[in-house]
């Protein structure tokens, strides 16, 4: 959730550090949509989540620091395969660490919820998986090849302005290579949900419904078939050898740009850290 309301807040032009000094506030209000706490949940979840932003802060905030500034290191040197690699390795690896530092709290704040919070809850999700389902599965092989397109032009423009006839022919070839996986990751997301409910079935102290939550939280393939993860791993690779590509054919302005905004975030990150939130 702190990655996504980032990200959220860079897409729309607002400050780093005006976004996560206010996410205390933004995610009880994003979780409003999906769970209804009384005062003393609210009490609860609230000490729960300072304690996590201050975990987030100190611990976390200072390697991201350091990721990005080697990033930014690597592209003013000129990317290659490893580099791209090493990267993709990194993020999902702190992204394991925010959800296994997540858990324990996850699994305390839904251990007092009641069959109505719960309700409320399952069809907020269902809804999603719906809303998921008529964007990225209803559409044609060719639709979801264009929609991957778009999503990553507009993805590398962000960061390098607008893209040359050469550079957008680089990723229009790419999209013809890409594999769709809106289905399987929807089938997934069923069983997921799934289990989530047949394992809050049993929620309270017991060590059994912890441990079965704690590792739904934290196995990303959840319902994942191995066709599924081959397919996976395959669209991983090619959207490397796409930014191997993408990297030789960049401008001097467009390297300035992104290693400028890479160290940017990075010292954002590190004036963070040092702040006491």
Not at 189 to 196: M, Q, T, V
Not at 202 to 207: F, I, N, P, Q
Not at 255 to 261: C, G, H, L
Request: charged share 30%; with cysteine; proline share 2%.
């Amino acid at each position: 959730m702190i990655v996504v309301l980032l990200l959220v807040g860079a897409v729309s032009g607002c400050a780093v550090k005006l976004v996560y000094n206010q996410l205390d506030w933004l995610i009880p209000w994003y979780l409003s949509d999906y769970l209804d706490m009384n005062s003393e949940q609210d009490d609860f979840f609230d000490q729960r989540l300072q304690r996590y932003l201050a975990w987030h802060r100190k611990s976390q905030l200072p390697e991201y620091v350091v990721l990005l500034r080697g990033v930014a290191d690597d592209v003013n040197d000129g990317l290659n395969e490893q580099e791209i690699q090493r990267f993709q390795n990194e993020t999902e690896r702190l992204a394991s660490v925010l959800m296994a530092r997540l858990a324990p709290d996850v699994v305390a704040v839904f251990a007092g919820a009641s069959d109505e919070q719960l309700a409320k809850l399952y069809r907020a999700l269902d809804k999603d998986g719906e809303r998921y389902r008529k964007r990225y599965i209803k559409q044609s092989l060719q639709q979801q090849q264009e929609s991957q397109v778009a999503d990553v032009i507009d993805t590398i423009e962000r960061w390098t302005g607008g893209l040359s006839d050469e550079q957008e022919l680089l990723v229009i070839q790419w999209g013809t290579q890409y594999q769709p996986m809106g289905d399987e990751l929807y089938q997934a997301g069923l069983k997921w949900r799934a289990e989530f409910k047949q394992t809050l079935k049993g929620r309270g102290g017991d060590e059994r419904y912890s441990a079965r939550l704690t590792t739904l939280l934290t196995t990303p393939d959840f319902g994942w078939s191995d066709a599924f993860k081959l397919t996976m791993l395959e669209n991983k690779q090619s959207l490397s050898q796409l930014y191997f590509a993408l990297d030789k054919t960049f401008s001097k302005k467009q390297r300035k740009r992104i290693i400028n905004t890479l160290r940017e975030y990075a010292e954002d990150f590190e004036q963070l850290a040092k702040e006491d939130g």
